[in-house]
């Protein structure tokens, strides 16, 4: 079966500092791996998504991530992170195939704190 | 215009009592979820469904139960409210190709409903 972990419960870093997000997925095939992001009082938006082909993704806001499968980890990384990111980012792996397509498991949650 | 919206966004109710909250995306989406995020941000999948047809339905207890009009309502009712049922609910919908994968991977999210058992 499919899970997430995330090992950082709360990171906090200045304004224009360099943040990585750490995520370790548990998948027997290829997994779709994906980072969403939830501003307070707010669903989740996708922020990328790796389903195959080139190992580093780029998405909204500036960020990007890299799918490292001997390590099982996908990574999310901002090189400047500005106030607006402070948000919970969730860390997704899909199955890509049959059932487990069907939905996302999501891993706990990195608190992200910006601090002027 | 809101892509996915559910109401309410606030529900405080008692113990014991039966309530729905319902969600409509206005997407095109033919595939719908619900959420449940417990108080330590742990988000879980209830319920999917596709063309309003039952596709995923996680290990949860059958107070709960999603009804669907059409492809573009997920409505959740629960009855006999617990204490543990506390928690925000998200509404969810997608894509997808034939065979059952996500198109896009994509889910969006609606804005959360909370609901407070006291």
């Known amino acids: 079966a499919q899970s ?8 906090t870093v200045s304004e224009g500092a360099s943040l990585e997000l750490r995520c370790n997925y ?5 997994p779709y791996l994906f980072w969403y992001v ?9 922020l990328l998504k790796y389903f195959s082909g080139d190992t580093l993704v780029q998405g909204i806001k500036g960020f990007e991530a890299e799918f490292k499968r001997s390590q099982s980890s996908f990574n999310l990384r901002k090189p400047s992170v500005h106030w607006s990111d402070a948000a919970e980012y969730f860390c997704a792996v899909a199955g890509s195939n049959g059932a487990g397509a069907n939905n996302l498991f999501f891993g706990t949650g990195t608190r992200l704190t910006v601090i002027p | 215009d809101t892509a996915v919206s559910q ?11 039966d309530k729905s909250i319902k969600c409509e995306q206005n997407l095109g989406h033919d595939t719908m979820y619900w959420y449940k995020q417990d108080s330590k941000k742990f988000l879980k999948i209830m319920f999917s469904y596709n063309n309003k047809e039952l596709i995923i339905n996680e290990t949860v207890p059958n107070r709960f139960s999603p009804k669907s009009p059409d492809k573009a309502h997920l409505n959740l009712h629960i009855n006999s409210l617990e204490l543990g049922d506390s928690a925000v609910y998200f509404c969810a919908s997608s894509a997808r190709l034939a065979g059952g994968r996500l198109k896009t991977g994509e889910l969006f999210f609606g804005e959360g409903s909370r609901l407070t058992v006291l």
């Open chain 1, 4 to 11: 997430v972990t995330q090992p950082d419960i709360h990171i």
């Open chain 1, 26 to 30: 548990s998948y027997g095939a290829t």
């Open chain 1, 38 to 46: 939830q501003s307070p009082g707010q669903g989740l938006q996708l």
């Open chain 2, 7 to 17: 109401t309410p966004k606030y529900l405080v109710t008692q113990m014991g009592n």
